[in-house]
């Protein structure tokens, strides 16, 4: 996949070096210099100082050509700028944003935007741990959908596809021995993977019987 990742912090650094070790096509832009060149020389992709939302800097960077565009700066202004820029002019297949500020959330929602958000991810992921032990989910929540990772430990789970379509969800990413990707539609799931998704909150449970098996305790 050619995907083009907005900022250089820590995530998007994190990301982009992931991605590409991953053998995908990766283009990272950040105003900031130095930041780039803390990539260091492992890093196999292309680097594009400058302003993250303009259409000179988008199109150097191959967003016409893109399969997908993660904005994850800590600036919500910017993230939105440039989602709405990739979804509205380039019609890049894949966007997802990053929301800092969860006060804010509304905006992303109101204008389709898919998000993440590591804050209130984190808050539920620490909760979840901490009241449902038995089965290895995490999950955020909004009031009509959850965003959860679930542990593939039975059933017939097929391609990202077929999931989707049968329990009207969105697979936005794949744990796989240790690694995470963004999957085509495509993408077999396997016995072992987790799997990072968005759904409806009454088509949850469908989900998680279909697919998660419960972990011993003494295991977690």
């Not at 979804?87 to 204008?111: C, F």
């Not at 989910?137 to 009509?144: L, N, Y």
């Not at 097929?158 to 240790?178: D, L």
């Amino acid at each position: 996949m050619y995907i083009i990742v907005i900022g250089c912090g820590r995530l998007g650094s994190n990301l982009a070096t992931e991605l590409s070790n991953l053998g995908h096509n990766v283009c990272i832009i950040d105003r900031d210099g130095d930041r780039l060149n803390n990539l260091g020389s492992g890093f196999n992709g292309q680097r594009i100082k400058g302003i993250e939302f303009d259409s000179d800097n988008l199109e150097n960077g191959g967003i016409r050509q893109a399969d997908a565009l993660l904005a994850v700066t800590s600036d919500d202004n910017i993230n939105i700028t440039v989602a709405l820029v990739a979804k509205e002019i380039y019609h890049v297949p894949k966007i997802i944003a990053r929301v800092n500020d969860p006060n804010r959330e509304y905006i992303y929602q109101k204008l389709n935007l898919e998000t993440i958000s590591p804050v209130q991810l984190g808050v539920e992921i620490l909760i979840s741990q901490l009241t449902a032990r038995s089965l290895n989910i995490v999950s955020a929540q909004d009031k009509e959908y959850d965003i959860i990772e679930l542990f593939i430990g039975k059933g017939k789970p097929g391609s990202v596809r077929g999931i989707e379509e049968k329990y009207s969800c969105i697979i936005s990413g794949i744990i796989r021995c240790g690694h995470v990707f963004l999957p085509k539609k495509e993408e077999q799931v396997e016995y072992g993977d987790k799997i990072i998704c968005t759904i409806p909150k009454k088509n949850k449970e469908k989900l998680v019987q279909s697919f998660s098996r419960e972990i011993p305790i003494w295991n977690q």
